[in-house]
């Protein structure tokens, strides 16, 4: 944890000073989240509905200090892409990656905490620097995937995760009984 957050400082200090410039890719088309690859990732970018699990660092603009990190916690981040539960700018930018990749995200406060912020700790309209290594996901249309996974695989998905896997796999198997009464 130690060693993580002093490179945080030491690569993120001052860190909205000269780098966005090296945001060449705009996530949204009004440009108001754009993408900067930190490390290529492999595969397919991430399909909507999918379980993923992230760790992330967010930084408001002018501070020195994240306001929010997984790795501080040591815990990463899972979470159902466009189930509307989590931040719009981090759904938005984990909706672009691939398997393994880390990236920074410059996002506005219209993808973020909005006009007033949540003071003292975001000020109104500010702007975040998101990183987010996207650890894995699982795409909702390949539950078969699941059924071939490894014991150790299958430990690592939430219940939140378990319990989406369940209801897709019921709702299958509902159309294919349909299918054979008619």
């Not at 966005?20 to 989240?33: M, P, R």
């Not at 466009?82 to 993808?111: C, I, Q, W």
């Not at 198997?173 to 299918?179: D, H, I, L, Q, V």
Request: proline share 6%; glycine share 8%; with cysteine.
């Amino acid at each position: 944890k130690q060693w993580y957050q002093r490179r945080v400082r030491a690569h993120h200090g001052g860190q909205f000073k000269g780098i966005e410039g090296g945001f060449t890719e705009n996530v949204t088309a009004d440009g108001e989240i754009k993408k900067q690859i930190v490390k290529p990732g492999c595969g397919l970018i991430v399909p909507p509905g999918a379980w993923v699990r992230v760790h992330y660092t967010m930084f408001v603009k002018d501070c020195d200090e994240p306001m929010d990190s997984t790795r501080f916690k040591d815990r990463p981040y899972d979470f159902i892409l466009n189930d509307g539960l989590v931040l719009p700018a981090l759904a938005l930018s984990v909706a672009t990656m691939k398997k393994n990749e880390v990236a920074r995200f410059l996002a506005s406060h219209h993808y973020c905490y909005g006009e007033m912020g949540v003071p003292p700790r975001i000020p109104k309209r500010a702007r975040l620097l998101i990183e987010v290594e996207l650890l894995r996901f699982i795409d909702e249309n390949e539950v078969s995937k699941y059924e071939s996974m490894a014991p150790e695989d299958r430990r690592d998905i939430p219940t939140s995760g378990i319990l989406k896997l369940v209801s897709i796999l019921r709702e299958k198997r509902n159309e294919e009984n349909k299918k054979k009464k008619k």
